[in-house]
């Protein structure tokens, strides 16, 4: 049994070329540390994320490591997920369309002792990824028009490895330990009709290497013998990740094609961090016999209190890359979700489906020349298709369609239409056969 899970392990870094790749197509990525990825797996994305109060064994759920505990002791799970979609963007009588299609997560887990469980995997954190072009007319004596042409790609991922322990019926404790790791390049280039006018490129970048800390706690009140509800909390660390980040500025005749570069980056005086905020969350899973789920989720993002360089051009027309606080604010997200299943344990293919249903509303975590950035709803429905055969009849295919929303005022309005896949393998590697 070892080498199965020093195998899933394995896959699970070499998984990282795949997930390390952009998910969107979003304007709004270029803002922050990008869109933030959905930290949850195929099940969750049927309840719209829903997470953080979810105590049950057969599922991997990373959004509380306390969770682990639960997993059966005759269980090894593995799960992993991929994700199509079709965005439309909006802004006055333009329209477009684009696809997207990304390998999500990769995620294990096994009980490793009475009352502990063991959780890898390889997860998104951010996407960054956009391209587009902007025209104005510089209303001189030439007719001039400029041009921006904006790009970017990359994000940030997390490899972690994570433990549940409960050291006492009905309450459990857990944390993820990750390594987050990435690298973005943003890119803005303006130029101009007029050939007397230099073009000015600058290159944006960092490379992230560093660690992202969980915790989380879980404590289940049995209310009857067919009722419970657990409580679920959860605490990310927010902290200085580095990434070293660059800015690159080239400034280029358009007559004779001379370039001039100037580079901004960390110095002793002009200590440039990337940072990631501390997170708190909260939920509530009301569970009637493992046949109805219903559970309402509460994160709060503190980016308010997070600083990010920026370019900025001093009142003397020098430049400078600094260190700012102020261009975030804390982000909120509140979730509902339920999943039900008829009669879980039984024979019929049919009643063992599980029907997910969830909504959720986020606010923005960063402000667009000095604006509210996009706010978010999203709705989703899933099933959970129990696969059954002569070996195995505990693994689900969880399939989930999400719809999400984001609109800012005076600004770009898009509404993705989204497919989540998720094959949870649970097979029974660790029983004991009897010879007779």
Known sequence: MNRYIAGAFMLSLFAQGAIAQSGTNSPYSQFGLGVLADQSSGFNRGMNGLGIGFHEGNQINYQNPASYSAIDSLSFIFDAGVTGQVTNFKEGNNKLNANNANFEYVVAGFRAFKHLGVSFG???FTNIGYSYTTKTDVNDANSTVATNTYSGSGGLHQVYL?????????????????YLYGSYTRGLVSS???SYANTISKTYSAEVRNYKLDLGAQYTARLSKNDALTLGVTYGLGHKIGGSPKLDIISTNSQTSV???ATYESSDANKLNLEIPTTIGAGLMYNHSNRVMLGVDYSLQKWASVSSPEYQTNSDNSVSYLMKTGIYKDRHKFTLGADICPVPMSRSFVKRIHYRAGVSYATPYYYINGQDGPKEMSASLGFGIPIINSYNNRSILNISAQWVHQSAKNFI??????INIGLTFNERWFAKWKVE
């Not at 994570?162 to 990750?178: C, D, H, M, Q, R």
């Not at 309005?413 to 989204?418: A, K, S, V, W």
Request: glycine content about 16%; proline content about 6%.
């Open 413 to 418: 309005t898009e509404n993705t239409f989204r």
């Open 162 to 178: 994570g433990i549940g322990w409960e050291p006492f019926k009905g309450f459990a404790l857990g944390v993820n330990g990750s």
């Open 122 to 124: 390889v997860v998104p």
């Open 259 to 261: 370039s001039d570069t």
């Open 192 to 194: 101009y009709s007029d």
